[in-house]
């Protein structure tokens, strides 16, 4: 039994695509068969794929059901954490999803999912990200401080969707966690964060993130070992849609 993650699969069969990113970028042309041929040639039923969040451009779920429907189709068991795109995935209405998807999708939120000794958590996460105002050699002088208080405020509701699905595995006796996020753990300016923090309270061996495609985005955050736990970025451009076996 293999554990992979991959995320920011953006699909789009119901709904229009207005990201320019994707419209114009060669990484992005026919991706979706390029991930499905991926994960066919990678993955068995017997394995569990972590799908961390963006997956669908739709907003209202009669524009999400064959983008899901594509999901389910791919092999292995399916866990999907919530992007800052996924509007369909309201987080209050995360029971009636996995009530209508459940055993095809599971969605992870203010739970845990399990990976033989492992406890899965996850949850969006946030991360500040701007505005930033640079000077001509692109050097930040500083940032929109209203900005940042409404960041601040929801890194501190993710933080708390975060612990809650700690202290459930905990209370069921796990000790060893891998922990998944959509946005990057820290943003540019940072080298630790909350998030960070948290990983290593808990003994988070790994901490898998998305959110950052396209190349300049790369490296915004951490990648490799960092104070003890191993980052690593999974968006499906970064990977060239071959899903990351974490273990």
Request: with cysteine.
């Amino acid at each position: 039994m293999g554990l992979y993650a991959i995320g920011d699969l953006h699909l789009h069969y119901q709904s229009v695509l207005k990201a320019p990113g994707q419209l114009n970028s060669r990484a992005w042309k026919k991706h979706e068969e390029k991930l499905r041929r991926n994960c066919l040639k990678m993955i068995t039923d017997e394995d569990t794929l972590v799908l961390v969040g963006d997956h669908s451009w739709g907003r209202r779920m009669s524009e999400c059901e064959t983008d899901l429907q594509y999901i389910c189709d791919l092999p292995g068991r399916k866990i999907l954490t919530r992007g800052n795109h996924d509007m369909f995935l309201d987080a209050k209405k995360t029971r009636q999803l996995n009530e209508l998807y459940q055993p095809r999708l599971t969605f992870l939120q203010d739970s845990y999912e399990t990976y033989k000794e492992y406890a899965l958590v996850g949850t969006k996460g946030y991360t500040f990200e701007g505005p930033f105002y640079l000077n001509r050699r692109g050097q930040i002088l500083g940032w929109d401080e209203e900005a940042e208080k409404h960041a601040i405020k929801l890194v501190d509701r993710e933080l708390k969707r975060l612990r809650t699905s700690f202290e459930l595995a905990k209370a069921d006796g796990y000790t060893k966690f891998i922990m998944f996020l959509h946005y990057p753990p820290t943003n540019i300016l940072e080298e630790r964060s909350p998030f960070t923090d948290m990983a290593e309270r808990y003994g988070a061996e790994q901490v898998i993130y998305a959110h950052c495609h396209g190349e300049s985005r790369f490296y915004d955050s951490i990648h490799g070992e960092f104070r003890g736990r191993q980052y690593r970025l999974v968006s499906g451009d970064f990977l060239r849609w071959k899903p990351l076996k974490l273990m």
